[in-house]
């Protein structure tokens, strides 16, 4: 079974960081594009960045450019979003999302696998 586990959210204060990891397994996913996406309470899920296959193409959200950044490991299987100089407006769930071939995609109906989420919570 296909399957992706973020973990690393938390609470921080504004200005701090925060490491999410999304650990894929049921199959290789070395050959994914992997997705970031969160979703704030009352709001809808958006992009956050995403990385291709090989790590040679990354997008961001203007949002999160210059303070995210998306890497992976694929000989773990796990993907990483390093998230510094946290916002109150970053506080979400982000959800990690995967899907085959090599285009970046940033829209979230182009991914078909999908973690349950982890909570990011920024205090001001």
């Known amino acids: 079974q296909v399957q992706l586990v973020e973990s690393g959210g938390g609470l921080v204060q504004a200005g701090g960081s925060l490491r999410l990891s999304c650990a894929a397994s049921?199959?290789?996913?070395?050959?994914?594009?992997m997705g970031w996406f969160r979703q704030a309470p009352g709001k809808e899920r958006e992009f956050v960045a995403a990385?291709?296959?090989?790590?040679?193409?990354?997008k961001y959200a203007d949002s999160v450019k210059g303070r995210f950044t998306v890497s992976r490991d694929s000989a773990k299987n796990t993907v990483y979003l390093q998230m510094n100089s946290l916002k109150p407006e970053d506080t979400a769930v982000y959800y990690c999302?995967?899907?085959?071939?090599?285009?970046?995609?940033?829209?979230?109906?182009?991914?078909?696998?999908w973690g349950k989420g982890t909570q990011v919570a920024v205090s001001s």
């Open positions: 999302a995967a899907r085959g071939g090599s285009y970046v995609y940033t829209k979230d109906d182009k991914y078909d696998v």
């Open positions: 049921g199959r290789a996913f070395s050959s994914d594009t």
């Open positions: 990385i291709s296959w090989n790590g040679g193409s990354t």
